[in-house]
């Protein structure tokens, strides 16, 4: 049969399939009348369809096929049981579990007896075990007679009777001695209430873990044990959490075993995939299995033989058979509990164990459970989560309302008015009004309630912009105008809440008229002291800071806290919001010790009168917390976001907005200090909590996923901070809006992350976006506006598009000296990167000077340990390293360097790129030793923290590559210098500039291996590139031109060399001066090069020159100097000048043996050139004489 | 770094995304081992009459292997493609060779049409089934790679539609029809 056959039996079969015996031996005599075979097998394949029903799919078939795959696989015989594990001694084997083996192992100190489990890590990476660690450190927290105490968890040595020793990490459980609660509710042959009881004792325990943020992830009847006397043991609490490699759900670690035994006990969202989708209602939903499971002795949903995608489908979609199916007794609120335990929506279940335990002890009581009661509710709070308008309708309605309860009152009491005059309607009258007092009373409540709860929770900061208030909002402000005459405070008053609401919502434009409108009514009506006024005003300051109206919003600030203190008193909470409205003012001014001597004492008076954990006293926290942030003072920024993580938690409990606001703070201190370890727990729980208590796509929650994204990028994982980092980004557009302030800074971060990377072409993009947005929402001048540009001409300079960066640069700075002043954070930001862009244009004084400036404002400004004072340090330590003027360079690097050390720890990428640059001055210095120990300590840890192709780790390894070259070990450095170009190439691109930096460097190494060919190759392609876009005169793009006309020489191709050395030259002498160490080089090696071609009166002339020169600088021991002395001679003897020639090679001679000893290669050469000197001239004793000293040096 | 197998899965992942086939082949190994791996740790804690499906096994490997927090449909798909000849492969190399060593090649076909009472343990000899479904692939090898996606793999109807890239009503036509088939030639006993 061929295959067209075939397939024609397949459509006949299918077709035929479909009829009844009759209609398909009809169909068929119509459909293949004369091809019998055909025929034949397609009546066969009907004959089967009915048998064939079940086959490959009908689990009893695979009874055999199990036997058959365990044959295959089982290889390898179970390890043997260990002797000893770390201090405990195993006594035996309790199970083989889920994620590893447990023992019974026995504790000397104190002794007991112990379950040990031992955990299966397939690899052990490090940030796995740190988080097994820390898992561990919080399970060992959690003290409950239901739940089996966690003693000890660790990493050991793990020790076999044939001495084997392996690590692992292990649990130290306290050892229970038990049945499990299936086997026991059986063999007690408990009732169902009995039962239900035993329920709300694990609830009792679970909750307890929950409570310090313990979820288990992994309940299920095996892992509860009832002890004799009836106490239930919840065991391997957390396990399953602390052991979870990479925060992927417990699917993702759990073996085939375990999770057989599990899936009938996995809630929904743990077939999801997202780890985050797991919290304490995950274990909510067990519990609802496991009592479904003793109660109707079934599981809800018999998954166990089941593949398990089928099981997850029947999980997540089909509801469980009813309790009340199973038996009647269960009808009504048992069903009910259980029912609402095992909802598929975790929110629609129990929101904790304890609730649930209340719930079956209220049945067990016959009093009325929750879950009905709660069920109206319930509804109300799902309609308010679904329909994300429902904020906005409510306000909607709310501001109709208003327009017109005011609208009628206004008209009421100008009925009223009207009808003053007469006196009988004077009753009637009185009656109106009151009624119109009380319009306005309920109007005011309305406009209360408007700011302080509706709108409140509006506020895009903490909720998410929405568009339907934005909706309400401009169809209330149209309907303003006009339309309360009579009635200016009412007017004033809704103005003044509507542009408070949009300037809440980010919305600054809109409200600028709004409320300085209110202002103005309310204050002629009212007064400049009288209270609303002054909130007005305090409106209106708040606005004017954040549309960057720096000046007005001081004076207005001012303003209203001298009010506040006249009318309402010092102590007045009104008062301190307005101190610390100032206050943050001068933060943005740079005034942080204004700044900071307001919040003192403003927090001071907080905590007096309001005491410490008074929740505005908190805030004013927050604010000095931020401020000392921006100053560098790391430490009491530090110790105070501790405190105020430990208030927020104590007060308002773990997952309150505020605490995780205040966890977040924290997190990121850490993280800018270097100290992930500490930051990332704090990182990854905020984000959890987070996504659980505001959702994932809470702006809030986005911020943290985006420090987080940050944070991986500091680890060497860019591209995975990459991907976390535009879902950040992708979320805020889609939440926010693409101009939101949070949408802005979620993708300036991306543009940085982007940058330090070097992926310039990424970033800039971002930074071009990021700069016109800022520029269309809050205008050219704005700080912002200000910090945007000055990213981008940074961008520009990192590109090498200088003339861009400079153009940019210096508006930048210019506008910023002009709106913020010299001493302001920013200007002294934008200062770096000015002095860096002067750096990179070879205009060193420029450089230097701008740095100088800015040095001391920094130190002022922010502090002596700022990153942005260390980073001008670092940066003037390299420019004086780039002029050879190392003995001023030398102490700033080490000053730079212990800071480093001291603010970021050893391990930061800052640190090592100080230690790098500190190295590069050692080794240009020939301490070599130094330089080596550094370099390999610096990639070290490179590798380590960063990663193999990390541009730190780059740069170290060409660093110690140049070293190996300059030590004379070629050997050595060409695997470091073909490695460092290979990663570059590959992660930077071709053309970025370390690429053609270490390209640059391995071009010469292969010149001095005699390796024209490649050399050549290479070195042309730097130098085009950079002659393409550095320009024909940057310091960099002479480098390569001179590395290039050094391999000409070596390749004896002179005329080229010449022309080339030439070049170079002229360019160094106008970019770095005519002392530069470069400058002196190249004037040494065109000298060279002039007299190899016999153009000696040039060569004479520049080496005399370059000489002198060198004496001066360098001195007359040093090898440069050396190094032309000896050239200068050679040229002499050609020039046939012999008497000075002869000077000039005694002198050699004798410094020779002064820098270098007298049997030194060195001096061979200088004994050399006297032996050509006397044959050259005639004086074959002489050189006689010579020839013996030489012979003598090398027989020895 | 050296990178770890579930990086060098997901990189191979994305390969295959972007129509690279020779990526397969490197997948192959990463699956060959991370079977072997999940099956030891099964055998090692379950009790002896468990059944166990080799989808099972695969499915596992697959957690194992793919980072689901940023996995596409399509890679999933494209993983079982692969994982699915894996398991084909282990399992009937392994029963070639056991066949091979215990008996030089005298073996039992499965028999359907036995009587239906008492249910009859339907065991399937691989040898023969994979006998078969190399014959099925020479008639129309789309079948033969349907039923090795489904049976061996796991794969849903819309996946294996997906990986073959034909309609769903194009595998669902295949698998009847390649079942019927298979039926049909595992039950010709050639008892003696």
Redo the contacts between chains.
């Keep these: 049969m061929t295959p067209e056959d075939f397939e024609r039996v397949r459509e006949l079969f299918l077709a035929a399939r479909e009829l009844n015996v009759a209609g398909r031996s009809e169909y068929l005599d119509q459909a293949c009348p004369n091809d019998p075979a055909i025929r034949k097998e397609v009546e066969a394949l009907l004959n089967q369809a009915g048998e064939a029903k079940n086959l490959l799919e009908a689990p009893s078939q695979f009874a055999g096929l199990r036997s058959e795959i365990e044959r295959v696989f089982q290889s390898t015989d179970a390890s043997p049981v260990p002797e000893r594990i770390g201090r405990y001694s195993i006594l035996g084997t309790l199970g083989d579990g889920g994620m590893g083996v447990v023992y019974l192992a026995e504790q000397e100190h104190p002794r007991r007896k112990v379950a040990l489990k031992v955990v299966r890590f397939g690899e052990a990476s490090r940030a796995m075990l740190r988080r097994f660690e820390h898992e561990a450190s919080i399970l060992g927290q959690l003290d409950h007679p239901g739940i089996a105490r966690i003693y000890d968890a660790g990493i050991a040595d793990m020790r076999t009777k044939d001495g084997l020793t392996a690590r692992c990490p292990y649990f130290a459980m306290e050892y229970v001695q038990g049945e499990g609660i299936r086997d026991y509710v059986k063999h007690r042959k408990l009732g169902f209430r009995e039962q239900f009881a035993l329920i709300a004792d694990i609830c009792d325990a679970v909750h307890h873990a929950h409570l310090k943020g313990v979820v288990h992830r992994d309940l299920k009847p095996g892992n509860i044990l009832v002890t004799e006397d009836g106490r239930i043991k919840v065991l391997d609490f957390g396990v399953a959490r602390a052991t979870d490699a990479d925060m992927q759900t417990v699917t993702m670690q759990t073996e085939v075993g375990q999770l057989l035994g599990t899936v009938p006990y996995m809630s929904p969202e743990q077939f999801s995939g997202i780890s985050a989708n797991i919290d304490t209602r995950t274990d909510i939903y067990a519990l609802g299995v496991i009592c479904y499971e003793l109660l109707a002795d079934r599981l809800p949903h018999d998954v166990t033989h089941v593949p398990i995608p089928q099981a997850a489908r029947i999980i997540t979609d089909q509801d469980p058979t009813a309790l009340t199916v199973v038996d009647k007794i269960y009808r009504g609120d048992v069903d009910t509990i259980v029912s609402k335990a095992l909802e598929k929506d975790k929110n629609r279940r129990y929101q904790s164990a304890s609730e649930l335990a209340d719930d079956i002890r209220r049945y067990l009581a016959d009093e009325p459970i929750a879950a009905r009661r709660a069920s109206t509710v319930y509804q109300l709070r799902k309609f308010a989560r679904r329909n994300k308008a429902l904020v906005g309708g409510v306000v909607a309605t709310l501001l109709a309302l208003l327009v017109g309860v005011v609208g009628i009152s206004v008209q009421a009491v100008r009925i009223a008015h009207e009808r003053d005059l007469a006196r009988e309607a004077r009753r009637i009258a009185e009656t109106q009004r009151a009624e119109a007092e009380r319009q306005a009373a309920i109007s005011r409540a309305t406009v209360d309630f408007l700011n302080e709860d509706l709108l409140a929770a509006a506020d895009p900061y903490d909720l998410g912009r929405d568009v339907t208030v934005r909706e309400a909002l401009d169809e209330a402000a149209g309907a303003l105008d006009g339309r309360f005459p009579d009635a200016p405070a009412v007017e004033a008053a809704i103005r003044v809440t509507l542009g408070a609401t949009y300037s809440n919502l980010g919305e600054h434009e809109p409200a600028r008229p709004l409320l300085e409108e209110g202002l103005r009514l309310i204050q002629a009506e009212l007064g400049e002291d009288h209270p609303e006024t002054l909130d007005a005003a305090g409106y209106l300051g708040l606005l004017y800071s954040r549309l960057g109206m720096i000046e007005e919003a001081e004076q207005l600030d001012i303003k209203t806290l001298e009010g506040r203190r006249r009318v309402l008193g010092e102590e007045n909470l009104r008062t301190l919001v307005a101190m610390n409205n100032l206050a943050v003012v001068y933060q943005i001014q740079g005034r942080y010790d204004e700044a900071e001597a307001l919040l003192t004492k403003c927090l001071e008076t907080h905590r007096r009168v309001w005491g410490a954990d008074h929740p505005q006293t908190l805030d004013m926290l927050t604010s000095l917390i931020t401020l000392y942030g921006d100053q560098g003072r790391f430490e009491d920024a530090e110790e105070l976001a501790i405190e105020m993580l430990d208030a927020r938690r104590r007060t308002l409990g773990a997952d309150h907005p505020k605490t995780l606001t205040a966890m977040q703070n924290l997190a990121s201190f850490y993280a800018e200090r270097g100290r992930f370890e500490e930051a990332e727990p704090l990182f990854t729980t905020c984000l959890e909590s987070r996504r659980r208590v505001l959702g994932e796509e809470h702006p809030a929650t986005l911020v943290t996923l985006s420090c987080l994204a940050g944070m991986f990028d500091d680890l060497g994982e860019y591209e995975k901070a990459v991907t976390w980092s535009t879902e950040a980004l992708e979320a805020n557009r889609r939440v926010l809006g693409e101009e939101h302030p949070q949408t802005l800074t979620a993708m300036t971060r991306l543009a940085y992350l982007h940058a330090r990377n070097s992926r310039y072409d990424l970033a800039e993009p971002l930074f071009v976006r990021v700069l016109e947005l800022r520029r269309q929402v809050l205008g050219e001048e704005h700080p912002r506006t200000l910090q945007a540009l000055g990213h981008l001409a940074f961008i520009y300079s990192a590109q090498g598009r200088l003339d861009e960066a400079e153009s940019l640069n210096t508006k930048c700075l210019e506008l910023q000296r002009r709106v913020l002043g010299d001493e302001n954070p920013a200007t002294i930001s934008t200062m770096i990167t000015m002095g860096l862009l002067y750096k990179r244009q070879g205009r060193y004084d420029q450089a230097e000077s701008m740095n100088l400036e800015a040095l001391p404002l920094a130190r002022n400004v922010l502090g002596k340990d700022h990153p942005d004072t260390l980073s001008i340090i670092n940066n003037l330590a390299v420019l004086y390293r780039r002029q050879g003027r190392y003995e001023e360079a030398e102490p700033l690097y080490i000053e730079a360097l212990k800071a480093h050390r001291r603010v970021f720890g050893e391990t930061h990428r800052r640190t090592l790129n100080t230690m790098i640059s500190l190295a590069v001055l050692y080794r240009n210095r020939e301490r070599y030793d130094e330089a080596e120990s550094l370099y390999i300590q610096a990639l070290d840890i490179s590798r380590q923290t960063l990663g193999e192709e990390h541009q730190t780790t780059l740069n170290a390894m060409n660093g110690l590559g140049k070293l190996y070259r300059a030590k004379g070990e070629p050997d050595k450095a060409e695997p470091l210098f073909v490695a460092a170009c290979a990663g570059a190439r590959r992660t930077l691109g071709d053309e970025h500039d370390l690429a053609l930096v270490f390209m640059n460097n391995l071009g010469a190494l292969y010149t001095e291996q005699r390796r024209f060919d490649d050399a050549e190759r290479l070195l042309t392609e730097v130098t085009n590139v950079r002659r393409r876009t550095l320009g024909d005169e940057h310091p960099d793009t002479l480098t390569s031109i001179s590395t290039l006309a050094d391999l000409h020489f070596s390749a004896n191709r002179l005329e080229k060399a010449a022309s080339l050395f030439a070049e170079a030259l002229a360019g160094r002498r106008r970019a770095l001066g005519e002392q530069h160490v470069y400058t002196l080089d190249s004037m040494y090696e065109l000298g060279t090069t002039y007299r190899k071609l016999g153009r000696l009166d040039e060569a004479r002339s520049l080496l005399e020159e370059t000489l002198s020169m060198q004496q001066q600088s360098l001195g007359p021991n040093d090898d440069l100097t050396l190094a032309s002395s000896y050239e200068l001679a050679m040229t002499l003897i050609d020039l046939k000048k012999f008497e000075e020639a002869e000077q000039l090679a005694d002198e050699l001679h004798t410094h020779i043996i002064a820098a270098h000893g007298s049997d030194d290669t060195h001096t061979q050469k200088a004994i050399e050139l006297l032996v050509r000197l006397y044959d050259a001239w005639g004086n074959p004793e002489k050189a006689a004489e010579f020839r013996a000293q030489l012979s003598a040096e090398s027989s020895r | 770094?050296a990178s770890?197998p579930?990086a060098e899965t997901t990189r191979i992942l994305a390969d295959l995304e972007s129509g690279d086939r020779s990526a397969a082949a490197k997948l192959l190994p990463l699956v060959y081992d991370q079977?072997?791996?999940?099956?030891?740790?099964?055998?090692?804690?379950?009790p002896r009459n468990?059944?166990?499906?080799?989808?099972?096994?695969v499915?596992?490997a697959y957690?194992?292997l793919v980072?689901?927090?940023?996995?596409k449909w399509k890679s999933r798909a494209h993983f079982f493609a692969v994982a699915a000849k894996a398991m084909r492969q282990?399992?009937i190399n392994?029963?070639e060779r056991?066949g091979a060593a215990k008996r030089g090649g005298d073996r039992h076909k499965l028999t359907?049409?036995e009587e239906l009472t008492p249910?009859p343990?339907?065991?399937?000899?691989?040898l023969v089934l994979d006998e078969a479904l190399s014959r099925l692939s020479?008639?129309?090898e789309r079948?033969g790679r349907v039923?090795e996606l489904?049976?061996f793999g796991?794969l849903?109807v819309a996946e294996v539609a997906h990986v073959l890239d034909v309609s769903k009503r194009t595998v669902e036509?295949?698998w009847?029809?390649a079942?019927?088939?298979?039926?049909?030639e595992?039950?010709e006993v050639d008892s003696p």
């Design positions: 770094m770890s579930r079977l072997h791996a999940v099956a030891d740790s099964f055998f090692r804690r379950q468990h059944t166990l499906q080799p989808t099972a096994l499915h596992e957690l194992r980072d689901q927090s940023d996995e282990i399992l392994h029963a056991r359907l049409n249910a343990r339907h065991d399937i000899d691989l020479n008639l129309s079948m039923v489904r049976f796991g849903t036509g295949d009847e029809t079942r019927a088939w298979l039926s049909r595992l039950s």
